[in-house]
């Protein structure tokens, strides 16, 4: 296995071309999936390197993220302003045996420190922007349902129990326990017709949260969203920020609704949407060993 920081100067080198000098490069925390790096390069801006796992190291729900988000950007236009700009991206495994791209750093803090500066409840506000910045992502009518580029599916059921048949065979896999995954499939199998009452597939970001949000020191406004590599076209209830709400106070879950929006959904598919929530984060637990007793 190559180390992301001997190759970083070759990388810059193709990018930015034969002169550019990689003069600082500082490992950003915080993302559970790509390695992420602020890179400053000579009498430049400092600008993101975010790398893949390797291959070998992706599950196969998982396959090829980065690149899912990249063919996602440019479906993003209500949101665009908010985006890092994507400088290049590279694909060709050459320099390295993952792949790559780099972004525009945006300034500001990000969500989860100012959380801990200003205290939970003087942050309820921000809930309703990333209410209205959510309703923006899911205002865009898709082709197809499924992942942006991946598989691509003509009803909601089929794309859902893909999705479900793809945890399955990657939690056995790592040797967990697949009985939630299985059941959940089965469930969207007896469901079909339920899930298929959704018939027009909307842009979903899949991970629009706290985590993935810069804002403003001052005004604490969203200034940038990030990691929308786990995009797909499918029903707004699916969504990740939609289920994360779940687990936040009544003031923070009034905010968002304020700016999102009626809540969306059936209740008769909610715990099919829940399963695949779990079974994708039980499997992020495993990869980065937090399932572990110590």
Do not use: C
């Not at 930015?16 to 801006?45: C, D, H, I, K």
């Not at 959380?115 to 009518?141: N, Q």
């Not at 059936?266 to 994708?280: M, T």
């Amino acid at each position: 296995m190559i180390v992301v920081e001997d190759r970083i100067d070759a990388m810059a080198r193709r990018q930015f071309g034969s002169t550019a000098m990689v003069e600082s490069v500082q490992p950003l925390s915080g993302g559970a999936y790509n390695s992420t790096y602020e890179v400053q390069l000579r009498a430049q801006p400092p600008v993101i390197l975010r790398v893949a796992p390797e291959p070998e190291h992706q599950y196969r729900s998982e396959t090829e993220m980065m690149r899912n988000e990249a063919a996602t950007t440019p479906h993003l236009a209500p949101i665009a302003h908010l985006l890092p700009e994507i400088l290049g991206v590279d694909w060709s495994r050459e320099i390295i045996d993952r792949d790559y791209m780099w972004q525009s750093k945006i300034g500001g803090v990000p969500a989860t420190r100012a959380f801990l500066i200003h205290g939970r409840d003087a942050m309820v506000p921000l809930f309703a922007e990333i209410g209205m910045v959510t309703a923006a992502v899911h205002s865009i009518a898709g082709p197809h349902f499924g992942t942006v580029r991946g598989q691509h599916f003509s009803k909601w059921s089929d794309a859902v129990m893909y999705r479900l048949s793809e945890i399955v065979y990657d939690t056995e896999r790592a040797g967990l326990d697949t009985r939630a995954a299985q059941n959940a499939l089965e469930s969207a199998q007896q469901a079909s017709d339920v899930l298929d009452r959704v018939t027009e597939p909307r842009l979903l970001h899949g991970d629009l949260f706290i985590p993935n949000l810069i804002l403003d020191e001052d005004s604490l406004r969203i200034v940038g969203v990030l990691d929308h590599d786990r995009a797909f076209w499918g029903d707004p209830a699916a969504d990740w920020g939609i289920h994360a709400m779940t687990g936040r106070t009544e003031a923070e879950r009034r905010a968002f609704h304020d700016g999102y929006g009626s809540p969306v959904g059936d209740e008769a598919v909610a715990h099919i949407y829940r399963a695949l929530h779990a079974g994708a984060i039980a499997l992020e637990r495993h990869r980065l060993g937090r399932d572990r007793k110590s």
